[in-house]
């Protein structure tokens, strides 16, 4: 490690499961990067959901992670461990972590970080990595998105759902997405949605019913759980695909699977976090070939909700939980 690093930082620690109350800044000894890691400086941390189900001890890191939250960060390369060529002390880079972000430093694979983008400040390149992931994984991958499909978006206006529809539009899909007020359902219209559906006084089914014709929709992209899993099955077409990231309002519910089965629906779902090292490399360079041109040329641009000091991540959740914001929170360190 060079002498001019402190041997220790500040992380947010999770104190015991709790409300945001329990994330505290912490004196914590300094990461030390290993075989093929870099060791950054971090700059800005990407608020997520994970984080929330995290601190209430419902999403624990895996084996062998740092227990201190965090998903995604952006910053400045300040040391390399043995083995570690890909990059230079000074880049800047972006990355998704398995946990470790809400910290002064953090540690992740060198092949696990992209570039910053030409022109972006280091809060816009926090907010890109864990939500690309998690739309290229899911709509693209598991739902095998084509262009020309008509794909639906439940929580238009998340930091996910912001990204999701603007890199179905830059694919050529036709893009639908769920929101939980007019404000934000013309926000996803502004994204490049085709309708947004204030699903507080719409009707999802119906209204996706009426726009493709009684057909639905090809790719269903959840994050809600509970009674939208019938609803979905439903909405979707003929051979459609419905993929799940989350269940915030449950995972548990009373399903008739025989419209499944007669209209030839897939169910599928995944999760990022504790998938092995080489699965995320292959991510990570599918990303950068077919999604960092998108965002060079203007077509995906992060949206940024707001940002608060490392130190007062409490305030962060807080504001997750509230419901109101529109894309990403970012920790700024």
């Known amino acids: 490690m060079p002498a001019n690093l402190p041997a220790t930082m500040t992380a947010i620690k999770i104190q015991e ?29 990407g ?14 890191a895996p084996k062998g992670v740092t227990d201190t939250p965090g998903l995604e960060f952006a910053g400045e390369i300040v040391a390399l461990g043995n083995g570690a060529t890909k990059w230079a002390v000074g880049d800047n880079v972006c990355a998704l972590v398995a946990g470790g972000g809400y910290a002064e430093y953090a540690i992740v ?25 998690t739309v290229w994984t899911n709509v693209f991958d ?30 050529g899909a036709k893009v639908f997405a769920t929101a939980g007020s007019n404000e934000k359902a013309r926000k996803c219209e502004e994204l490049g949605a085709r309708r947004g559906i204030n699903y507080r006084e719409e009707d999802f089914v119906m209204v996706m019913d009426e726009a493709t014709s009684g057909q639905g929709a090809d790719v269903i992209f959840d994050m809600v759980g509970g009674d939208y899993i019938q ?14 990231i989350a269940y915030q309002q449950g995972s548990v519910a009373e399903v008739n699977f025989l419209p499944l089965m007669l209209k030839q629906v897939t169910l599928t779902g995944s999760t990022l976090r504790a998938r ?3 699965e995320k490399t292959a991510l990570t360079e599918t ?19 707001s940002t608060f000091p490392l130190r007062d991540a409490k305030a962060a959740h807080e504001r997750m939980e509230a419901g109101g914001h529109i894309g990403k929170i970012i920790l700024t360190v």
Request: charged share 15%.
């Open 47 to 60: 608020v997520n959901r994970g984080d929330l189900v995290q601190r209430i001890g419902l999403y624990p």
């Open 109 to 133: 694979h060198e092949t696990h970080a992209l570039p910053i983008p030409d022109g972006y400040s280091m809060v816009e390149a926090a907010a890109l990595p864990e939500t690309i992931m």
């Open 276 to 278: 092995p090292l080489e």
């Open 17 to 45: 499961p709790g409300g945001p109350e329990v994330l505290q800044p912490t004196d914590t000894p300094m990461p030390v990067p290993g075989q093929g890691e870099i060791l950054v400086r971090i700059a800005a941390a």
């Open 231 to 244: 609803r979905n099955i439903t909405c979707a077409a003929r051979g459609g695909r419905i993929v799940n």
């Open 142 to 171: 598991r739902g095998r998105l084509q262009p020309g499909e008509t794909l639906l978006i439940h929580g238009g206006t998340s930091g996910i759902g912001t990204t999701a529809i603007q890199m179905a539009v830059a694919w």
């Open 287 to 305: 990303v950068l070939r077919e999604v960092w041109p998108w965002i060079a040329s203007g077509r995906l641009k992060p949206i940024v909700d």
